[in-house]
């Protein structure tokens, strides 16, 4: 029907076809393949123009007592970012260290939740992984999972983590050792810091927002905040 073909060209999502034709929705077996329609239209969707990496951690003097709501945060901007689409159409949230996108479905917002520098370079198999996956003008490109792999399509990317920024933004450009061992030398802090125009710091009675000086002042030193 045109329905199902407006589904499969994102013309319509599943929560208007809810809204608006109930019957169809309720239909047996429709919701199944309505989801799979609206999972083809956003799996051959180019690669966004533009992506957009925000952090949300603590202040440098805060107490870190583990996980303190930022995913849900997370969760709530990612929906605020985009208000039509319901929570499995909006985001993904990465929590698997071995295959952080085995469920990733097209979702425009990726959110990696509590993931450490060491595991996020782990999850994504290098640094180079890392900056492809938070490259802020991206190409088309697949990352793995079990027994293939996904096209990635996200607009924006979100971590979730206790770390204050700047230490975590500066772990990313720095030495690490991988899993077998290797050491590799420390980059410019720039491609770490320059990925991210946004970072917010949460406490339990405040949240502030800081933007890159970089982007505010267009200028290719991205390394403050304010």
Not at 101 to 116: E, F
């Amino acid at each position: 029907s045109k329905l199902f073909q407006a589904v499969g060209q994102g013309t319509l999502t599943l929560k208007q076809v809810r809204a608006q034709e109930p019957a169809i929705y309720f239909a047996k077996g429709n919701l199944a393949h309505l989801q799979k329609l609206r999972q083809d239209f956003m799996l051959h969707q180019p690669a966004p123009r533009h992506r957009t990496n925000y952090y949300i951690g603590s202040p440098v003097a805060a107490v870190r007592k583990g996980r303190t709501g930022k995913t849900q945060l997370a969760k709530l901007f990612a929906r605020m970012l985009y208000p039509d689409l319901e929570a499995d159409e909006c985001y993904h949230v990465a929590t698997d260290a071995r295959v952080p996108l085995q469920n990733y479905k097209g979702q425009p917002v990726i959110i990696w939740d509590d993931y450490s520098v060491p595991g996020l370079l782990a999850a994504l198999g290098s640094r180079e992984g890392v900056w492809q996956v938070f490259d802020d003008h991206p190409s088309a490109s697949d990352a793995n999972i079990k027994y293939g792999s996904v096209r990635l399509v996200h607009a924006v990317n979100i971590i979730a983590k206790t770390t204050p920024y700047a230490e975590y933004l500066d772990g990313l450009a720095g030495q690490f050792a991988d899993a077998n061992g290797n050491v590799h030398k420390a980059e410019d802090r720039n491609q770490s810091w320059g990925r991210f125009p946004v970072v917010f710091e949460v406490t339990p009675s405040s949240i502030e927002m800081l933007v890159n000086r970089g982007f505010v002042d267009d200028t290719d030193d991205f390394l403050a905040f304010q």
